[in-house]
């Protein structure tokens, strides 16, 4: 049986949601790639994590396999996808885990990381006051590149940071997909 592969990518802004799920899986039609359902979660054993670069923004993916079946969950950097990184800091990268998003009752999607088959979510490995903030400058604008850089960072030596035995390389995903 031939691996299946499959592309969803995690919707940080509740506004481009369904309203109730953030994780929309994307799929090629007619050579045009589509949103195409919404789900509340991802799972399987991350095996990869990999950054493509683009002219002015990065995305990031986790690769996670069940099996025969690969699925890739792509996102930007920003608050929701932070607190992803940092529970994977924290997480036995040697068992299978869900990577849940959704619409919380105020409008904002929140994430979190489970292990499949358990009922509490992975603590994060780094407190808020160990964080980086946000700044503003004089004339009231605000910079994000300090809190980008540190979970940039974070997200690219994770296999090095966490203290698990399997090996996680960083790598370039060449594809034609647009994230």
């Known amino acids: 049986m031939a691996a299946t592969k499959k592309y969803f990518k995690l919707i940080t802004q509740a506004a481009k949601t369904d309203g109730k799920m953030a994780i929309c899986e994307v799929v090629k039609v007619d050579g045009v ?7 509340n979660s991802v799972s399987g054993r991350a095996t990869g994590f990999y950054v493509k670069e683009f002219s002015n923004f990065k995305s990031y993916s986790i690769k996670l396999q069940k099996g025969e079946s690969v699925e890739y969950l792509s996102f930007m950097l920003g608050f929701t996808t932070f607190s992803i990184i940092n529970s994977l800091l924290n997480t036995d990268l040697s068992k299978e885990i869900q990577i849940s ?19 509490d979510k992975i603590d994060w490995a780094i407190e808020i006051s160990e ?17 980008n850089d540190f979970w940039d960072a974070k997200f ?12 996680l390389p960083i790598e370039s995903v060449e594809d034609d997909l647009p994230f």
Do not use: C, H, I
Request: proline content about 4%; charged content about 25%.
């Open 156 to 167: 690219t030596s994770l296999s090095a940071e966490t203290k698990q035995p399997v090996e």
């Open 101 to 119: 998003a959704w619409v919380n009752k105020k409008g904002f999607v929140q994430a979190n990381v489970g292990y499949v088959g358990g009922s």
């Open 131 to 147: 964080q980086p903030q946000v700044e503003k400058s004089e004339s009231g604008k605000t910079d994000y590149s300090k809190v």
């Open 33 to 39: 790639y589509r949103d195409s359902g919404w789900f």
